[in-house]
């Protein structure tokens, strides 16, 4: 008797880093920066070109891209908020539906869930007191601990971090190539596993999440030396109506040499060259085990990287330099090998229903996002063209950002009295002109404006970090 279980479903990839500008890619017309292993999957699949982080700051924008609910939906507003395991996520689904998953890398969670549907962990970043019930003791037999003078976090971190720039092996890159150690073996023993003869029958989600081009900015000597006489750093001054915090603004000449930006310039298109490196190992195992054409390949970023735009660098901004990130899917049995750009505007919430629908496993209804497959089927009069960005109690936060089709609106609701900020990105790609008193614009920004006012307030939790509101969906 025949099983009835669907058989063959894709096993899928997710290759993720972590502050990669998106305009720092061939695809982009970037001609400095080399990235054979990402741009092969972007030239032979569906690059988007509007993609956007739904928080332009590291732990949000992953649990909400794992979870396809924006921060204030999935429970996790800021940098510290751990999310609610009851939160359904793109492993734990696919798992319900015989995927067996495993994450080598970075997922960035907080409190005493690490794993939030992953069966299996690879790598420095799972830590944590993991459920351990006892708390911590102090009384005389405790450690007493004292950091050795001078060192510890940065003073004047931004600019302090252009400083330090420089050739070497970075200290996230050694986690990154811990991990992808880990991945290759993995792999290997997930097809094959030699010893046992025991390969899994699953089909596979694996993450490989690197956090490369991410801060210290340092590369292999070699990579320095080869950008360091192809790129210039970004000299720029902050737009006039606008406010920012001061934390994130260097300026060159003043806390940075021009010499010091260029350097930190330089290591940073390093990284992301050897990020694109240690993807490539993982691709090339895969060729190895003969498995390459039965998955499907997504690439992302978490956020991007302003790099001295506005004379801004780090992240937590809603200009495109670091709200705006890359974004590609390679599924060459489901749309063939033929690029296509898609230009509307997507989010990263929308690649758990699209991962749902390309495995063919039905999507959870409570998802914030929706399915890309009728997009990149050319089915785009349907396409809502409006996605969310949001910043909480971080350095920019509360905060807004909402994108209709060219159209972007953002605000603070800090009591700093920033001013709103309205783009039009088909007249002014670079963002220069706030068009927020603009009367040509009025209706535009009363619609953008009511759209922001329209976003449900973030869902609350009790104490032992459970939903007390439901979810509020996002239209």
């Known amino acids: 008797m025949q099983s009835s279980m669907p058989q063959n479903k894709p096993h899928i990839l997710l290759l993720i880093n972590d502050e990669h500008r998106p ?3 061939p695809i982009e017309g970037d001609t400095a920066i080399r990235t054979p292993t990402l741009s092969r999957f972007m030239d032979e699949g569906i690059y988007f070109r509007n993609a956007y982080t739904p928080s332009p700051v590291c732990v949000p924008a992953r649990q909400s891209f794992l979870s396809g609910l924006y921060p204030r939906n999935c429970g996790c507003l800021n940098f510290g908020d751990p999310m609610p395991t009851e939160v ?3 492993p734990g689904h696919l798992g319900n539906y015989g995927y067996y998953s495993c994450c080598a890398g970075k997922m960035h969670f907080v409190g005493t869930d690490v794993m939030h549907g992953w069966h299996e962990r690879i790598g420095r970043d799972i830590i944590g007191n993991n459920g351990y019930p006892y708390r911590a003791v102090k009384d005389e037999h405790t450690a007493q601990i004292e950091r050795e003078p001078g060192t510890g976090m940065k003073r004047d971190k931004t600019a302090q971090e252009i400083r330090d720039a420089q050739p070497g092996i970075g200290h996230w890159m050694l986690h990154d190539q811990y991990n992808v150690d880990g991945a290759l073996l993995f792999l290997e023993e997930y097809f094959v596993n030699a010893s046992y003869d025991r390969p899994r029958a699953n089909p596979l989600c694996m993450a490989v999440s690197l956090i490369a081009p991410h801060y210290p900015y340092q590369c292999p000597l070699d990579l320095f030396n080869y950008y360091m006489q192809r790129v210039q750093p970004i000299v720029e001054e902050p737009n006039e109506k606008f406010g920012y915090d001061n934390f994130f603004r260097v300026q060159v000449g003043k806390d940075v040499t021009y010499r010091q930006a260029h350097r930190a ?4 298109y390093g990284m992301i060259e050897w990020m694109d490196a240690q993807f490539g ?7 190895h085990l003969n498995v390459l054409d039965d998955f499907i390949i997504v690439f992302l970023s978490d956020h991007g990287e302003m790099l001295g735009t506005k004379g801004l660098w780090e992240k937590q901004s809603y200009f495109e330099a670091s709200a705006r990130v890359p974004l590609s899917i390679w599924s060459p049995k489901k749309f063939g090998k033929e690029p296509k750009i898609v230009e509307q505007n997507v989010s990263l919430v929308d690649l758990f229903p699209t991962l749902c629908e390309l495995a063919e496993i039905p999507a959870p209804d409570e998802l914030d996002g929706k399915s ?8 785009i009069d349907e396409w809502d063209d409006t996605v969310y960005s949001e910043l909480w109690r971080a350095q920019n936060g509360p905060s807004v950002m909402v994108k209709e089709g060219n159209l972007k609106y953002f605000r603070f609701d800090n009591d700093k009295e920033w001013p709103d900020q309205l783009f039009d990105l088909s007249k002014d790609p670079d963002e220069r002109n706030n068009l927020i008193d603009d009367p040509d614009y009025a209706d ?3 619609r ?3 759209k922001a006012d329209a976003l449900p307030p973030p869902r609350r939790k009790d104490q032992n970090n459970c939903f007390i509101d439901p979810h509020k ?3």
């Open 372 to 379: 890309l497959v009728p997009l990149i089927q050319g089915n």
């Open 281 to 287: 190992r993982v691709i090339e195992k895969l060729e």
């Open 448 to 450: 953008l404006r009511a």
């Open 444 to 446: 535009a920004l009363s």
């Open 88 to 90: 359904r996520t793109i």
């Open 23 to 25: 305009d720092v890619l």
């Open 473 to 475: 969906p996002i239209s």
């Open 265 to 268: 310039t330089a290591a940073y």
